[in-house]
């Protein structure tokens, strides 16, 4: 895997310039569509006392805040639900921060700084917002396929294969089937935990569209996902693959918004729900019920523009262990 060029190499190349018009698209986009169902779009926060704990491997990043040790936000997910005492309806394009294992520099998959596409919604079950996620990601390719041809072309992305992605509703399985799945190929992928970088792959070079992974087991993902009351153990929650080997685009869920079930949720990952003080006074006073996702902008890019790399997918690329401007 090939590593970033210095600002003026990577900025000034042609292949950089049709890329981000595709993620200038992509943005606009995703706006247009969200502000024209009733969405309102706030900007998100940079730092706080407490940031998403659920990133897999991923060390969070300090700040002195006055004496306070706060923390570089590695997700907004808990500020999305406060958001909701606002609005019903939000989204922020959220800028992330994830010093990621030295490993992972070569999945072209994973940056130290990236953006999420972070969408919430009050009231909503899995279904609704996975209609939303479909429809919002069914639009972004349509409108790229439409609108940035020139530069798909310029990248040599086959337009067909990408156009596949619109041809019928993303499959679904649940994340037991996934497993079952890996395992027939021989990758042996714990029942128990996210699938893994290779399993994500494997998953994802088998399929021509995009596909959705339901019902992850609880313990393999944050303490804000819901539990299923049908299917203890196992979550309301879902990822989107992206097909042709590009790997996950998107995590999601209903939240679990009942404050003991929270503390006790906390608990069990082993972490003092002290720290979470903001987020449990308001947990406490009732967040509405809610569900929502956050889908990775550049991951979305590189799946969009074909690209190697998911480095190829910023203007200034950090790739993990990487130092860079
Ligand atoms: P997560 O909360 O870990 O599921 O992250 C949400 C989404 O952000 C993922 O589905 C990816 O699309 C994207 N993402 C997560 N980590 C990274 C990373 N290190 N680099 C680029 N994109 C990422
Ligand atoms: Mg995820």
């Known amino acids: 895997m090939t590593l970033p060029p210095d600002p003026r190499t990577h900025l000034a190349s042609g292949t950089t310039r049709a890329v981000l018009r595709i993620q200038h ?22 730092i706080g006392p407490v940031t998403d704990p659920g990133a897999r491997g991923a060390k969070q990043v300090d700040v002195d805040y006055y004496g306070h040790r706060y923390k570089l936000m590695t997700s907004a997910i808990l500020y999305k639900q406060a958001a909701l005492f606002a609005f019903d309806k939000i989204f922020f ?26 969408v919430e919604v009050a009231g909503a079950s899995r279904s609704d917002i996975l209609e ?11 409108q790229t396929l439409h609108a940035e041809a020139a530069a ?16 019928s509703p993303f499959g679904r399985r649940t994340h037991g089937e996934a497993v079952d799945r ?38 393999s993902r944050g303490f804000y996902d819901r539990e299923s009351e049908q299917l203890p153990g196992f979550l309301r929650n879902f990822d989107l693959i992206a097909p042709e080997g590009y790997g ?9 918004n009942d404050y003991r079930k929270i503390v006790t949720r906390i608990r069990e990952t082993g972490e003092n729900p002290a720290k979470y003080e903001w987020y449990l006074k308001a947990a406490r006073e009732g967040i509405p019920a809610s569900a ?34």
């Open 292 to 325: 929502g996702f956050g889908i990775g902008l550049e991951r979305l890019t590189r799946y969009i523009a074909g690209l190697d790399s998911v480095w190829q997918a910023s203007a200034y690329p950090k790739v993990p262990g990487v130092p860079s401007p």
């Open 248 to 256: 996950e685009l998107c995590s999601g869920s209903e939240r679990e």
């Open 182 to 219: 890996l395992r027939q190929l021989g990758h042996d992928q714990s029942s128990d935990a996210e699938i893994d970088w290779q399993g994500e792959v494997l998953l994802a070079a088998e399929a021509e569209q995009p596909f959705l992974i339901t019902d992850y087991p609880k313990g």
């Open 152 to 167: 798909l072309g310029e990248l040599g992305r086959d337009s067909a294969v990408l156009g596949k992605a619109l041809l």
């Open 25 to 46: 698209r992509i943005l606009d986009t995703v706006r247009a569509h969200l502000t024209g169902l009733g969405f309102t779009e706030l900007l998100p926060p940079i």
């Open 132 to 142: 939303l996620l479909e429809s919002l990601v069914s639009r972004v390719i349509e």
């Open 93 to 118: 394009i959220a800028p992330n921060i994830r010093l990621e294992p030295l490993e992972t520099a070569h999945t072209g998959r994973h940056l130290a700084e990236f953006h999420q596409i972070d």
